[in-house]
T-cell receptor, first 116, second 111 residues
């Protein structure tokens, strides 16, 4: 079965540094998402991306975050100046275009980001 | 999106059916019921979804009450690998709506 892949599986970074989390969505999917889960807390939506632009974003997705689809296969989340509270598991997901195909989102296995 | 209410935890014996309830009394007519699960901090995994009819796939069955105010996810023969947090989510299908995960139900399958 096709799957969403994320790299790296674990990233440790110093506070204030920039990090880029990478994702390869399922090849025929056109909608992409980032979610995060702080340890012991709920899975939270960050952003959705379609047709090379942000479709929706949550209040968490502030100016320090950005997303990009730099080529035909990768989808990235950049955190410009990491803070301790950015430590979390970050999940990438993809789906077919809602209303035009299967609606369910497929999630990757996540990148555990630790800010020290 | 409508709010959902699930019990925080449930146990089930291996090989028996696991019945996970969900209340969504404020669901609107065009909102679907989705079920996902998360096995030990892995990425959430889609299980099944439905609008008003009962649904079945290779993983589970979904029973939605006639008034659509509640639903039950049924795992017909639970295995130890089904131990996970199960999330019931109400969401529009066909729109760019994000999934709103609650606290879910921690299902523990006992040997």
């Amino acid at each position: 079965e096709p799957e969403v892949t994320q790299t790296p599986s674990h990233q440790v970074t110093q506070m204030g540094q920039e990090v880029i989390l990478r994702c390869v969505p399922i090849s025929n999917h056109l909608y992409f998402y980032w979610y995060r889960q702080i340890l012991g807390q709920k899975v939270e939506f960050l952003v959705s991306f379609y047709n090379n632009e942000i479709s929706e974003k949550s209040e968490i997705f502030d100016d320090q975050f950005s997303v990009e689809r730099p080529d035909g296969s990768n989808f990235t989340l950049k955190i410009r100046s990491t803070k301790l509270e950015d430590s979390a598991m970050y999940f990438c997901a993809s789906s077919e275009v809602p209303g035009q195909g299967r609606p369910e989102a497929f999630f990757g296995q996540g990148t555990r980001l630790t800010v020290v | 999106d409508a709010k959902t209410t699930q019990p925080p935890s449930m146990d089930c014996a291996e090989g028996r059916a696991a019945n996970l309830p969900c209340n969504h009394s404020t669901i609107s007519g065009n909102e679907y019921v989705y079920w996902y699960r998360q096995i030990h901090s892995q990425g959430p995994q889609y299980i099944i979804h439905g609008l008003k009819n009962n649904e079945t796939n290779e993983m589970a069955s979904l029973i939605i009450t006639e008034d659509r105010k509640s639903s039950t996810l049924i795992l017909p023969h639970a295995t130890l690998r089904d131990t996970a947090v199960y999330y019931c989510i109400v969401s529009l299908s066909g729109s760019a709506r994000q999934l709103t995960f609650g606290s879910g139900t921690q299902l523990t399958v006992l040997p």
